[in-house]
DNA sequence: TATTGCATTTTATAATTATAATATGTAATT
DNA sequence: AATTACATATTATAATTATAAAATGCAATA
């Protein structure tokens, strides 16, 4: 009857923050810290790390607080046997998503009548309600209930949006700002190369598409500018939502990634313009042979 | 204790609904047919038209429905005399914002702290902070409590969007869909004269922001995509929190409108590389100039 | 046939809790 | 000096109403 704990969350982020820092069996993992990281107090963060000597992840000693059980290479085999996963969304707002790309929601829908059909408590179907408001693609009527947009729907509104995208990162990678980030474009280079070097037929879907977003994520990260970064993000997510209805032409992947590859050489080796001519292209050729259930 | 009523915000449209098609007294006003331009039912159409009865601005005729009582021309004095003013925002909102600006409340704030502070009730506070996290400069933090954002306080966000809006307008007018609306332009050019004629004078400032924003608005929905209009409304908002704090230089208003009506000759005599080359430098130098209170 | 007027149904809100979770101050420990 | 352990204070939520407002069906009317 009180709200649901973050904790579980926080646990998630702990296991996370081990991984990427790649920490050893034994080192230290001081409350405070932790809970500045994540911002929250000491409180969620305890909660958490008991959680994990449950698991047997950590170990808990009387007075100097919680150690490393394990290295962290091991902790990613370990970590499936609990249940703690951040569910970072409501698999409401995709059931939404679906059931309106499905044409099954009408352009008008009431809150009532989504609790009904969902069988959700009124809190929890507007928290999704409010996400997909800032999103974009529901707003409130001003009377009662709740209208789509046809931002989602319609073959106009999609193609918009390449076109926006494509000229966003063309000239995010052209400003004075713009500063490639070492570290991000070698892991960048990691993940595309695998992706061309035959993950293109064994990962999953989410997979795929995930490593696609975070790609043009990081180039225009490199404009410095928080604006076209949001920008971007605010769009990708809307991309999630109808792309996953779209199946996957597996064998273009090679060819996606190899151009991916392309835009980072030609940044490294400072020829910018050229990198965001291509850039714009590589965008612009993708809508061109998508097509959308609409 | 239950909900506020929307048909207040119905007579305003209504009202404005009657001034923009230059309705003649005895004109019928059919109930339905201003439900749907609303996108409300019947119902509070029907208590905005008794409230504008008991205004004497319409008269109702039995079985008949309601008529207009006067010319549109007229109705717009006899409007101050009710109270109906569409309030599309709340105070509290500007409140906030002002008090961050001024320093009085910290990065982080709990919800019962600004209850406290401001003496409203939960519900209504949360209905400012959704709005706030839509617009991004506020979000909420994974335990208790709100974070602001730097985007209001910090020079280099600032300034950030100054380039944001440079290269969003100057694109979307390049954009191969761009097509520039007659109508709007010939309004523009009204607005823009009026203000270069000594508007820049008496105008008061919202007046004048609002007309500056509503120029730039213009210009971006010629592109035809809604994703660039979107992307600028979204940062006019912004401005406008922020550029109330900072004393206008009207002497700097007949530069900047003789510069809007350059834009307009340029697109009308279908220069549109210059037109789209000169609004980015215009942009660009309205922020040379101002200096927010960071 | 389109629209109103009215009665009825449906909807969403604002206020009010109980309660679990988060935040935090401080003495004890290393 | 930094950190933990624990006690206490504070916070936000989820559930539950009562109620006004919005939506709607339909007979009456123009």
């Known amino acids: 009857m009180a709200r649901q704990s973050v904790s579980p969350q926080i646990t998630a982020n702990i296991l996370e923050f081990v991984k990427t820092n790649e920490m050893r069996a034994g080192e230290h993992l001081p409350c405070q810290m932790l809970a500045d990281a994540f911002r929250v107090s000491r409180a969620p963060v305890n909660a958490a790390l008991k959680k994990l000597e449950t698991m047997g992840i950590v170990r808990a000693e009387p007075n100097r607080g919680y150690f490393l059980a394990m290295d962290a290479a091991k902790v990613e085999t370990a970590k499936p046997e609990g249940e703690p996963q951040r569910e970072e969304e409501d698999p409401l707002y995709f059931r939404i998503a679906e059931d309106r790309l499905a044409g099954k929601l009408d352009e008008r829908v009431s809150e009532n009548e989504l609790m009904r059909l969902y069988d959700v408590a009124r809190s929890r179907l507007l928290k999704s309600l409010h996400r997909i ?39 995010a990678m052209l400003l004075p700002t713009f500063q490639p980030n070492e570290e ?30 975070e790609f043009h994520e990081m180039l225009v990260a490199c404009s410095q500018n928080d604006f076209f970064l949001d920008a971007i993000k605010r769009i990708n997510r809307l991309r999630r939502l109808i792309e996953y209805h779209i199946t996957i032409d597996r064998s273009r992947l090679p060819r996606q990634t190899s151009e991916h590859l392309h835009i980072l050489d ?29």
Chains 1, 2 share one sequence.
């Open 133 to 171: 408001a800032e999103e974009g693609w529901m707003e409130r009527l001003p009377g009662n209930g709740w209208a789509f947009r046809e931002t989602l729907t319609s073959r106009k509104s999609y193609e918009e949006g390449y076109v926006f995208r494509a000229v966003i990162e063309q000239q």
């Open 266 to 294: 030609l940044v490294e080796a400072g020829r910018r313009t050229e990198a965001a001519a291509f850039l714009y292209t590589h965008i612009m050729g993708a809508s061109r042979i998508k097509t959308p259930r609409v």
């Open 184 to 213: 991000e474009f070698r892991k960048a280079r990691a993940v595309q190369t695998a992706l061309g070097e035959g993950g293109y037929e064994t990962w999953s879907r989410a997979e795929i598409f995930k490593a696609n977003n």
